[in-house]
Structure formats: structure tokens, C-alpha cells
């Protein structure tokens, strides 16, 4: 529930220059899979924290909203925080921007070796595979010029 999310935003240059600044279009729940995941899990929440086991530390339910209220409140709370990835992802398709060796679809030199590649966002931490594909970088590299 809600850790594969379907919706997709987009990054867009401004400018050529590099110090232009980049248009970002989050598109948070533009999948209404993503709302619905996202309401099942509030209702997650309310059972554990006002099941028999939590009672001795709760006051009060921060909010009992439904319906519209509810998504509302989803919508305006909804940020994200760290472990961003998929923004630059590897693959074959028209989506794609790296090939499997990180190397920048039509861009002669440039790799990318970070989280970014991943072409969907793990279920658990990033720093793991960003790990391997820091390592798989490095042996391309190697092995690119001659020292392996």
C-alpha cells in the first residue's frame, strides 16, 4: 500500500544554462490509486493508534475527517523527504535517459550513478542500491580505461 506510487512528475530544463533553474511538477496523486492508498493508510493509522494497546498514551485523534475533508487534508499535508529517485531512469523505453552502462542517452561523456537511475522507487532504503550502482559505475569506469 502506497510504496510503489504510480503517479509521475517531471523535470524540465529552463534553460541551457546551468545555472537556469529547473521546473519541477511533482504530480503528487495523479494516480487515484495513489489517493485511495493514501486513504487506506490513514485508516491504518486511526485503527492502530486507537487500538486497546495505545490507549494509555492517547488524548485524542488528531483528526476524524472523511470524504472530501480527508483527501483535502491528504492533498495539503502530501510532501516528500529524501530518497527521490527515478528522475533519470535507466532503461530502453522513450522514458529512459541512461543506458545499463549510466551512460546519458545522447549526450557524449556523461554518466549518472545515483538514485536516479533506479526506473522505480524501492521499497525500502535507496542507500543499498545506490551503493551498487556507485560500484557498478566505478567498474565500467575501470574497465573503460584499461585498469581492470
Given at each position: ?24 511538477q511533482a504530480n503528487y496523486l495523479s494516480d ?23 490507549r494509555p498514551y492517547t488524548k485524542r485523534e ?47 561523456g556523461l554518466r549518472i550513478a545515483d538514485a ?33
Amino acid at each position: 500500500m502506497g510504496m510503489r506510487p504510480t503517479s509521475r512528475g517531471s523535470i524540465h530544463l529552463t534553460g541551457a544554462k546551468a545555472s537556469d533553474p529547473l521546473r519541477v511538477q511533482a504530480n503528487y496523486l495523479s494516480d487515484p490509486k495513489n489517493l485511495e492508498d493514501m486513504k487506506l493508510g490513514v485508516q491504518h493509522a486511526r485503527e492502530i493508534g486507537n487500538g486497546a494497546a495505545l490507549r494509555p498514551y492517547t488524548k485524542r485523534e488528531h483528526t476524524n475527517m472523511s470524504g472530501t475533508a480527508l483527501e483535502e487534508y491528504i492533498r495539503n499535508g502530501l510532501v516528500t523527504f529524501w530518497h527521490q529517485s527515478g528522475t533519470a531512469k535507466m532503461g530502453r523505453d522513450f522514458m529512459s535517459v541512461v543506458d545499463a552502462e549510466l551512460k546519458v542517452y545522447g549526450v557524449e561523456g556523461l554518466r549518472i550513478a545515483d538514485a536516479s537511475v533506479l526506473p522505480s522507487v524501492t521499497t525500502g532504503n535507496t542507500m543499498a542500491p545506490c551503493v551498487i550502482i556507485g560500484e557498478r559505475a566505478a567498474d565500467l569506469l575501470l574497465n573503460e580505461q584499461g585498469a581492470k
